[in-house]
């Protein structure tokens, strides 16, 4: 049995050697790098070839790969790299990497044609400049032999080890049984439809609600399907931390069922999670765990990979042992484990670690996305951007060396984009060229001073640096999906201000491709209806996979009523707050006990429950803050105590919303005070009428679905199990429309009043 590796791949590992130096940077993107890549080959003679597929064998090392170029005429093998900055300034220890690249290749087409020496050239791009920048060496087969041998016995040892390991962990996956007696109600459903479609390739959307057990009944088919479906990786992504340990829970569970720890699995936090020096830049001369990094790496790779749960701690725990970065050991190490357990980003990012090494490696990836009702806006969010002009305004204030002229002229573009804007918010069809850039002009100004003196750029400028830069890569994207719009405010001496925004609509294009590079991706929720909602604006191939898993609870578990005589909307909500004081103090007495209860703003909690507090203030009561950080949300957890009694106010779509888990008395009704739909402001109108002009329903798109989630997601905090008992009270005479109570889980038997 041979052990494949890819020639990126094998160089990362054999011939990275020094500091951690990020300050060559910003790298181009993924599409400019594939765009310069094609530049340059444009500009080849008629019999160059481009993307030369290679691959060579030494001992039971198969290496294999894409050459980017060879020139025929010159007999030159070229390795392209884009670049943003002065090429003077890349460390050393980068350019050897790209050698060593240049060179494995180079020996891999040597073979193959039977050449005795060949040029090997290196080619740098300047994404901004377009200037190219060729170095070449020439070198006969003999050496080029030599070196790629070189390189293969280093990663040998580490390969055979590895494919010891696959063989071990194969076999403990084929004889891994589900952990429990039986599965769930449902349980076995999900398991058996996701475990179908990852064997033929489409994806799944599943809908299953809580008490079904979603995180094992979704891990367990796709860690059986390893090995039949040769799978390289499994990724497990969520939108909140929560989600990660129920996920680290599940494996664990998993792996001791096994009965064997060949499995590896690593969880992924955010870099300043994970950062041990926040006040330290990622190089040598900042950061003491940057410093030599790639030389202490061997040996933290090589006690990370005998642990089988790289959970957070346990990563730090390695990393520190062996002085180097936790973050970018982490990062190293997904490419050595089997399931990666992280947030939806690294996937769906347009800069995702996860999609970019299954790419480079082309690695056959099984996704699940938990919560996926979340990945609508944080894909909006991935791909949008935003630059404030009081940043600008205090930047030219500060007058930062070389920058002024550059600085005024993209203010006075700035400017100009609402010169004749009367209204506070304006929403336009394109970003204009002339701001456009003026904004690249900074941009690369800004550069090239940071590429001179990395370490004596003003973190003000350096701020603006990168929002401008994110701004820039999103502008690329802008087309019908979007919307450019122009907030304006007053500023200091009643100097108008703007804020400008790219905003993604709909995501479907940029995370429809994530979808299909996968073997199968499944998304899964207790809310993914309407389900065109999600395909629509997730861009899910057109053979996805559908299933509504049935509830395994009872109608007469929960008590949902609709309160339809009070109103919640805007104008009506002075007049609701004494009522729903009185509906909450009836419901508490009849039956004492933890409730919660749901607003749609944090000026609306607050006015119900100052006057709860007047009127009866014995009824213990507990309030979310705009801001709380993670112990002052454990704090207001904490209050559900078993048998417990009171109520805790919360905003609808909040922290406290969803991805809460209170079985049992801890939790034994819910209060939900209002439709749930998005705030209408200029904004969402926006998005209304895109939508509508996209999909035909721009209300529906808009408003009622977010908002009726959000409802359905909160109720489902109540009855966590098969024997938990609650009441639901639903408060607004919209809760009464028949294309509302239509979206409503199909156990839910309701009452209206």
Not at 205 to 225: E, R
Not at 262 to 280: F, M, N, T, V, W
Not at 582 to 600: D, T, V, W
Not at 697 to 717: N, T, W
Request: net charge neutral; aromatic share 10%.
């Amino acid at each position: 049995m041979s052990y494949s590796v890819a020639v990126r791949a094998l160089c990362e590992f054999s011939a990275k050697v020094g500091d951690l130096d990020l300050r060559f940077t910003p790298s181009p993107t993924a599409q400019e790098g594939i765009a310069g890549h094609r530049r340059v080959t444009a500009r080849r003679d008629a019999d160059y070839e481009a993307e030369v597929a290679l691959q060579g064998q030494y001992q039971s090392l198969q290496v294999r790969g894409r050459a980017d170029g060879y020139d025929p005429a010159r007999n030159r093998l070229e390795e392209i790299k884009t670049h943003r900055g002065d090429l003077a300034r890349q460390p050393a220890n980068h350019r050897q990497l790209h050698w060593a690249q240049a060179k494995v290749y180079a020996w891999l087409l040597c073979q193959a044609r039977q050449l005795p020496t060949i040029e090997v050239a290196l080619v740098y791009l300047d994404v901004d400049s377009d200037r190219q920048t060729l170095i070449s060496e020439q070198h006969s087969a003999d050496d080029l032999q030599r070196f790629f041998e070189t390189q293969c016995q280093c990663f040998l040892a580490w390969a055979q080890a590895q494919e010891q390991r696959l063989a071990e962990r194969d076999r403990g996956l084929q004889a891994m049984g589900f952990p429990y007696g039986q599965f769930r109600q449902g349980q076995r459903q999900l398991a058996e439809t996701l475990y179908k479609a990852v064997s033929t390739g489409r994806c799944l959307m599943a809908q299953a609600s809580t008490g079904i057990g979603k995180t094992l009944g979704t891990l367990f088919p796709l860690l059986k399907a390893m090995v039949p479906q040769q799978l390289d990786k499994l990724y497990f992504l969520t939108a909140k931390t929560p989600g990660r340990a129920l996920a680290l829970d599940a494996l664990a569970q998993l792996t001791a069922a096994a009965a064997q720890p060949a499995l590896r699995s690593l969880e992924l936090i955010a870099r300043d999670k994970a950062c041990e020096y926040p006040g330290s830049a990622c190089h040598g001369e900042s950061c003491v765990l940057a410093k030599g990094f790639y030389d202490r790496l061997p040996a933290a790779r090589e006690a990370a990979a005998a642990l089988p749960m790289l959970n957070r701690e346990a990563l730090r725990e390695v990393a520190l042992a062996h002085q180097v970065c936790p973050y970018y050991l982490g990062q190293e190490m997904a490419r050595w484990v089997d399931v990666v357990v992280a947030d939806y980003n690294y996937y769906f990012d347009a800069h995702a670690l996860l999609f970019g090494l299954a790419q480079a490696n082309q690695w056959r990836v099984a996704v699940l996305v938990d919560e996926a009702h979340n990945l609508v806006d944080r894909g909006r969010g991935m791909y949008s951007a935003s630059l404030d002009q009081g940043q600008l305004m205090a930047l030219r204030q500060s007058k930062p060396e070389g920058l002024g002229s550059a600085l005024e002229r993209l203010n006075r573009q700035w400017n100009a984009l609402y010169k004749d804007q009367r209204a506070p918010y304006q929403a336009g069809e394109r970003l204009p060229d002339a701001f456009a850039q003026a904004l690249q002009q900074c941009i690369g100004l800004i550069q090239e001073r940071l590429n001179q003196t990395p370490a004596g750029i003003d973190p003000q400028v350096l701020q603006f640096f990168y929002q401008a830069l994110q701004f820039s890569r999103v502008a690329e994207l802008f087309d019908e999906h979007y919307l450019f719009d122009v907030s304006v405010r007053d500023g200091p001496r009643k100097r108008r201000l703007a804020t400008l925004c790219l905003r993604n609509v709909v995501p479907a294009r940029l995370l429809g491709p994530r979808m299909r590079a996968a073997r199968s991706v499944t998304l899964f929720s207790a809310t993914l209806s309407p389900r065109q909602y999600y395909a629509d604006l997730l861009g899910m191939p057109a053979d996805t996979a559908w299933l509504d898993v049935a509830a395994p609870f009872r109608a007469e578990q929960l008590d949902v009523r609709i309160i339809s005589q009070i109103s919640t909307r805007y104008q009506q909500r002075q007049a609701s707050l004494a009522p729903i004081v009185e509906l909450i103090a009836e419901q508490y007495q009849r039956q004492p006990g933890n409730y919660l209860a749901f607003f749609s703003s944090f000026e609306y909690l607050r006015q119900v429950a100052g006057l709860l507090a007047e009127r009866y203030p014995a009824l213990p009561r507990w309030e979310q803050a705009a801001g709380m950080d993670e112990a002052a949300r454990q704090g207001f957890l904490q209050r559900f105590v078993p048998d417990g009694q009171g109520i805790g106010f919360a905003v609808l779509g909040g922290a406290f919303g969803e991805g809460v888990d209170l079985p049992g008395t801890r939790l034994i009704g819910a209060f939900v005070a209002t439709l749930g739909l998005p705030q209408v402001n200029p904004v969402n109108e926006q998005f209304k009428q895109r939508l509508g002009r996209q999909f035909g329903a721009g209300f529906d798109y808009a408003y009622l679905y977010p908002g009726v989630r959000k409802v359905i997601q909160a109720a489902g905090r109540v009855i966590r199990g098969d024997q938990d008992r609650g009441v639901l009270l639903l408060i607004d005479e919209r809760f009464a429309e028949p294309r509302v109570q239509q979206m409503f889980p199909n156990w839910w038997q309701t009452a209206c009043e």
